[in-house]
């Protein structure tokens, strides 16, 4: 099971959720899911969405070495802002993930997955007071 989440930065809420059954590669699940924002909304992802610049141009992909060209200080420093902007979406997973459904095997039905994964969201929007 792959699944995807989108998170306010600001409010830290979860705004929206989508799966997909087996392996998948993180971009093509975000093409599939059909999420779209504004131009002005800037985008943080991880470098599992390499690609998504087409798309969304005002996003922001951490930048990655090679063989010939090692990251920079300034490099190593876009980076460290990119994943200390993505905490917030970090911390909504790791909350959902203390359920345990999530983070273990998921031995249920396939069709509930959705579901309870969604259950799971707006708890944790509940708790943060944003419903």
Do not use: W
């Not at 470098?47 to 010939?68: E, W």
Request: proline letters at 2%; one cysteine or more; glycine letters at 6%.
């Amino acid at each position: 099971m792959k699944t995807q989440v989108v998170v306010d930065k600001k409010t830290r809420k979860i705004i929206c959720v989508f799966f997909s059954n087996g392996k998948r590669h993180d971009f093509k699940l975000f093409k599939d899911s059909k999420v779209r924002a504004l131009k002005t909304i800037k985008i943080n992802t991880d470098s599992g969405y390499q690609g998504i610049n087409k798309i969304h141009a005002n996003s922001d992909l951490p930048r990655k070495k090679t063989k010939k060209r090692p990251l920079t200080k300034e490099d190593k420093a876009f980076n460290r802002d990119i994943s200390s902007q993505r905490a917030a979406n970090e911390n909504a997973i790791g909350f959902i993930k203390r359920f345990k459904v999530v983070s273990e095997r998921y031995r249920n039905r396939r069709k509930r997955f959705g579901l309870r994964f969604s259950l799971l969201s707006g708890i944790c929007n509940y708790d943060l007071g944003l419903i």
